[in-house]
């Protein structure tokens, strides 16, 4: 079946360092894959998308690139912040017809002033 | 306003007790989700809604039961509630599955005493 895997966390950057968190993904025909944002206290946010091999999502100076050859999806940026401090969690959606969100479990990022 | 709310925000019941998660729409999505939030196993699918006539159990969907009153209003019912069933509780919303990803309301904390 379906299945993404997030590396684990905590993950731990001082301010500026360069962030990436990987997403590997299994999944049947071409699934649309998304990285989500959980802010403390609040639901989640989507953060980027892609929708078909090679596309690259971006949004507020995180990047990914969807990898058919290597089936991942991992989440980038140059300089974090401390605002940056939260949730992230990488999902994909089957294009089988059916419901199939399948989101990962997660990867807390903290940024140390 | 929010574009999914959830009520109530934050909820302690005692074992045994029926409560009800309550869920409303401005997004004028068809589909609509509950996921329950626990640590280090990400988010699992409880219920979801095509529309107001389909309903689907997910993968946890023991203990728990739905209504979908109307296209905007999706509502989550313990039955007889239980310690293990503490949890934070998300519903989404999706326009059609894809592309598109969700849109998430801000979630309810339940505690079962």
């Known amino acids: 079946g379906n299945s993404v895997t997030q590396m684990e966390g905590p993950v731990t950057l001082s301010e500026e360092a360069f962030l990436t968190i990987n997403c590997t993904y299994t999944?049947?025909?071409?699934?649309?894959l998304f990285w989500y944002v959980q802010y403390p206290g609040e639901g989640l946010q989507l953060l980027l998308k892609?929708?078909?091999?090679?596309d690259k999502g971006s949004n507020k100076g995180f990047e990914a690139t969807y990898r058919k050859e290597t089936t991942s999806f991992h989440l980038e940026k140059g300089s974090v912040q401390v605002s940056d401090s939260a949730v992230y969690f990488c999902?994909?959606?089957?294009?089988?017809?059916?419901?199939?969100?399948?989101f990962g479990t997660g990867t807390r990022l903290k940024v140390l002033a | 306003d929010a574009d999914v709310t959830q009520t109530p925000r934050n909820r302690i019941t005692k074992t045994g007790k029926r409560i009800m998660l309550e869920c409303s729409q401005t997004?004028?999505?068809?589909?609509m989700y509950w996921y329950r939030q626990d640590p280090g196993l990400g988010l699992r699918l409880i219920y979801y809604?095509?529309?107001?006539?389909?309903?689907n159990k997910g993968e946890i969907s023991d203990g728990y039961s739905v209504s979908r009153q109307a296209q905007a209003k999706f509502s989550l019912s313990l039955e007889s509630a239980i310690p293990n069933q503490t949890a934070l509780y998300f519903c989404?919303?999706?326009?059609?599955?894809?592309?598109?990803?969700?849109?998430f309301g801000s979630g309810t904390r339940l505690t079962v005493v």
């Open positions: 989404a919303t999706s326009a059609k599955v894809g592309g598109y990803g969700y849109t």
């Open positions: 999944a049947t025909g071409y699934p649309s």
């Open positions: 892609a929708t078909k091999a090679d």
């Open positions: 999902a994909l959606s089957s294009t089988s017809g059916t419901y199939k969100y399948i």
């Open positions: 997004k004028g999505h068809d589909r």
């Open positions: 809604s095509f529309d107001v006539k389909d309903i």
